[in-house]
């Protein structure tokens, strides 16, 4: 079992800047793929960012690429999210996810393959 806790949410205006993080506490950090995910109100779930177990391997969404940046500190079982150059379609509210199984690039962008999930975190972009 590993729970997960989100924080850095916020409100900022277009063209601004957030930091999200997740901890981790429960199994060993390192043994988990760690995923960014967001929803929208009446949206379905929509991947974000993936970073393998050892930090070496990043994936991003299109939508995201060249603004965020997905790492992770294994000494602090904490999985981090840096957002710039928000935008309004940004809004959502932000989950990340743990992955016990081997790293994939394709797999790990869909959220059925994630076995633990944090509550989220609020991010709104005001333009």
């Known amino acids: 079992q590993v729970q997960l806790v989100e924080s850095g949410g916020g409100l900022v205006q277009a063209g601004g800047s957030l930091g999200l993080a997740c901890a981790a506490s429960?199994?060993?950090?390192?043994?988990?793929?760690m995923g960014w995910f967001r929803q929208a109100p009446g949206k379905e779930r929509e991947f974000v960012a993936v970073?393998?177990?050892?930090?070496?391997?990043?994936n991003y969404a299109d939508s995201v690429k060249g603004r965020f940046t997905i790492s992770r500190d294994n000494a602090k079982n904490t999985v981090y999210l840096q957002m710039n150059t928000l935008k309004p379609e940004d809004t959502a509210v932000y989950l990340c996810?743990?992955?016990?199984?081997?790293?994939?690039?394709?797999?790990?962008?869909?959220?059925?393959?994630?076995?633990?999930w944090g509550q989220g975190t609020q991010v709104t972009v005001s333009s």
């Open positions: 970073i393998s177990k050892s930090g070496g391997i990043r």
């Open positions: 996810a743990a992955d016990g199984g081997l790293y994939s690039g394709g797999y790990h962008s869909r959220s059925q393959h994630y076995d633990y």
């Open positions: 429960g199994r060993t950090f390192s043994s988990y793929v």
